[in-house]
């Protein structure tokens, strides 16, 4: 048997809000543009880890199986929410911004470390990428403002 890969657009989010209340925020607020949203549960295997399959109705829903995350005539698809307790992530990077207004000089980039303990890393699987699609910009916009 052949597994089919879906290709979607995928954008990584790391945040201390929790999954039990960020999402029912997130829920809201997509619904409060579109009440015939369609959200299911995907199986869940891991302890504190959620994903979602999230459609705009059940026609969208159901092109899905035959389409994956490709958007529709108006630009909408249905698109995934993957949430994931993390206990420690560790990012190299470089910092390239001030780290006060005041000072007028610019400083040359330096490598850095962030470490984040107890953090939740929120992934959207988009039906197109936020720079091309109105729709999933909007997605992505609502999540973070859920988040904040």
């Not at 470089?94 to 006060?100: F, G, H, P, S, Y």
């Amino acid at each position: 048997m052949t597994e089919t890969i879906i290709p979607g657009n995928d954008y990584s989010i790391i945040s201390n809000k929790g999954f039990e209340e960020f999402f029912p925020a997130f829920v809201d607020e997509l619904k409060a543009s579109n009440p015939q949203l369609v959200v299911e549960e995907v199986e869940r295997i891991e302890e504190e880890v959620y994903e979602y399959f999230i459609a705009n109705d059940t026609q969208t829903h159901d092109d899905y199986e035959e389409h994956g995350y490709a958007s529709n005539a108006r630009g909408e698809g249905c698109f995934t929410i993957l949430a994931r307790r993390v206990n420690n992530l560790e990012y190299k990077m470089e910092v390239m911004n001030k780290a006060e207004e005041e000072v007028e000089e610019t400083i040359d980039p330096y490598p850095a470390v962030l470490i984040l303990h107890d953090t939740w890393n929120y992934t959207l699987v988009l039906p197109a990428a936020v720079e091309n699609s109105a729709y999933s910009q909007q997605v992505y916009d609502k999540a973070i403002k859920a988040l904040k």
